[in-house]
Nanobody, 126 residues
Framework: QVQLGESGGGLVQAGGSLRLSCAAS????????MAWFRQVPGKEREFVAA????????YYGDSVKGRFTISRDSAKNTVYLQMNSLKPEDTAVYLC???????????????????WGQGTQVSVSS
């Protein structure tokens, strides 16, 4: 079992950048598919980005493609989300997730992930 803890959120102006961190304990992040989701009150949890445990392939939601980058540092047992060119509509609670997902299955659905962090708030002002 893995425990996840997010950090790095905050308030930033539109056009700015933030880097979120997801530190894992209990198991190594290299053993899981790792992902970031975000949630706004009253809306469904939205897929942001994911990285495969084998091969390191990355996937992004359409709304963040070209602006956000997911990466993994196995030595630090941490997954990162670099967010550039932030927009007010990126405001949300960002959650880290881990799961075992077959290569034939999509990394996008929330149901694929068994472990979740508590989330970190990102607020982007216009």
């Amino acid at each position: 079992q893995v425990q996840l803890g997010e950090s790095g959120g905050g308030l930033v102006q539109a056009g700015g950048s933030l880097r979120l961190s997801c530190a894992a304990s209990g198991r190594t992040v290299s053993n899981y598919e790792m992902a970031w989701f975000r949630q706004v009150p009253g809306k469904e949890r939205e897929f942001v980005a994911a990285i495969r445990r084998s091969g390191g392939s990355t996937y992004y939601g359409d709304s963040v493609k070209g602006r956000f980058t997911i990466s993994r540092d196995s030595a630090k047992n941490t997954v990162y989300l670099q967010m550039n060119s932030l927009k007010p509509e990126d405001t949300a609670v960002y959650l880290c997730a881990a799961g075992f997902i077959p290569r034939s299955a999509s990394v996008r659905p929330t149901k694929q992930y068994n472990y979740w962090g508590q989330g970190t708030q990102v607020s982007v002002s216009s």
